[in-house]
């Protein structure tokens, strides 16, 4: 059956201005007075956001109305503050205990679509542990008209994404080689596991292997293994990682760190598909399927000699690139609000979600340590967080809080300018080819990138990036 998601915005004043914005996000949008009747029309099988408007005030028969409705386990609420009315403590204590998110009046629409749009995300997070038959509920979720994407442990809304998921299902149906690039912290190894899922290897081992922690004159033994009494202290055969995954996949995490004198038994034992442990003399026949993972530039690195350019061949029959953070939009505050649902039991404090200076923050930083970083962030300020809401400052994100009122021109050029840049990293900086995914001519491209400030070049230099 199929869910409807209501907004329900609740006022004691006019009909708001901004009614209008959120009617076109393909919501069910109403205004009403809190009564102790609301409770009855919202059926169990919807989901209701309810935009709270406190700024123009409620009486105490409204506000009895707000705390039974809220109650609902498929109501969610977004509070809207006139200035010192947290000082009210009712006001407090609903906007604090009951309100996913809380925003200042004056905001803008745009933050106003992210909290709903949040609202909805924790709200199908509770259903689907309430709901026993929820199974697709686990898969996808809404967020702002757009669906959010599940694949293995990753999530995603944004294009880039959605489009590295379909190459997952794309290469997990073969058993070639696979060679994943992308910065550190952008979760290639939750991508090789995700191919290693959807594969017919599923049943059998996934083996990673970190190349560039292991000191040379040991990798040879943690990846082949060996006969006892091979060297001193071999007082019994081991066996190595690449046996370990027979049958299976072997990802080959940082491969772009692998000493220059291990590569030549790598680039062997992928082309004869068999090893020799150390001190044994028969090869032995291994069937895994190699999926390797780097940060670093492999073009600078074979033209530098510090790759193997053979090897790197051998290794990239099938590439695929993890997107950076700073490109993924809405999918910032998705993560977020995701690590903040996993983690929130390391506090004993009681955390319910991220001030509005924080979300600003969110999307302001440039992430250099992508999603690990996010993620280690939101960690600390749940432990460290005084607050029901974490702030910019718990984040430690303070100097990134730029707050200010977004007129609808700019979220329409904000929107432009990230559609064109995940045109441009599909597509490696080709400017015909992203022309044409955004069926726009190859000139009209041209002038946007001039007047949105996107430097072309970068994208460019994206397709041989480590």
Not at 130 to 147: C, F, S, V, W
Not at 171 to 186: K, L, M, N, Q, Y
Not at 308 to 327: I, K
Request: proline share 5%.
């Amino acid at each position: 059956m199929k869910t409807t998601r209501h907004v329900l915005v609740l006022t004691a004043g006019p009909q708001p201005e901004w009614m209008p914005d959120l009617e076109s996000q393909f919501w069910s949008v109403t205004s009403s007075l809190p009564t102790h009747e609301l409770r009855r029309t919202l059926r169990a099988s919807d989901l209701a956001c309810v935009v709270i408007d406190f700024s123009h005030g409620f009486d105490v028969s409204a506000r009895m109305a707000l705390e039974r409705l809220l109650a609902l386990p498929h109501v969610g609420a977004v509070g809207l503050l006139g200035p010192d009315q947290l000082a009210d403590p009712v006001v407090r204590t609903l906007a604090v205990d009951h309100c996913f998110d809380v925003l200042s009046v004056p905001f803008s629409p745009v933050q106003l679509t992210l909290s709903i749009a949040s609202a909805f995300d924790m709200l199908k997070s509770r259903m689907r542990e309430l709901d026993p038959d929820g199974n697709e509920l686990q898969r996808t979720g809404l967020k702002g008209g757009h669906q959010v994407h599940v694949e293995g442990s990753m999530v995603g809304s944004c294009e880039a994404m959605i489009s590295l998921f379909r190459s997952i299902r794309k290469v997990a149906r073969t058993d070639a080689p696979v060679f994943i690039s992308g910065e550190s912290g952008t979760g290639k190894e939750l991508t090789a596991q995700a191919i290693h899922e959807r594969s017919e290897r599923r049943g059998r081992p996934f083996v990673a292997i970190n190349c560039g922690a292991i000191p040379p004159h040991l990798l040879q033994s943690e990846l082949f293994g060996y006969e006892r009494g091979a060297f001193t202290g071999a007082n019994q055969r081991k066996i190595g990682r690449v046996e370990q995954a027979m049958g299976g996949t072997l990802f080959l995490d940082e491969i772009g760190d692998l000493p220059f004198e291990s590569q030549a038994s790598l680039l062997r034992f992928l082309q004869e598909k068999t090893i020799e442990r150390i001190g044994g003399h028969q090869p032995i026949d291994v069937d895994v399927r190699i999926v390797a993972a780097t940060h670093v530039d492999m073009p600078e690195a074979i033209a530098s000699g510090r790759f193997r350019e053979d090897l790197f061949h051998r290794l990239c029959v099938l590439h695929l690139d993890e997107p950076p953070l700073r490109v993924r939009g809405m999918d910032i505050e998705l993560l977020a609000r995701r690590a903040l649902d996993r983690h929130r039991s390391d506090s004993q404090r009681r955390v319910r979600g991220f001030a509005p200076d924080a979300i600003t923050a969110l999307y302001c930083y440039g992430w250099p340590g992508n999603v690990r970083e996010l993620i280690n962030r939101v960690r600390r300020a749940i432990v460290m967080s005084e607050h029901p809401f974490i702030t910019a400052d718990d984040l430690d994100l303070g100097e990134y809080t730029q707050s200010r009122t977004v007129s609808l021109a700019e979220a329409r050029e904000d929107a432009d300018r990230e559609i064109i840049e995940r045109a441009l990293l599909r597509n490696h900086g080709s400017l015909s080819k992203a022309a044409g995914d955004l069926r726009i001519s190859r000139v009209t491209l041209s002038r946007l990138l001039r007047t949105r400030g996107i430097d072309v070049m970068a994208f460019r230099s994206s397709r041989n990036s480590g």
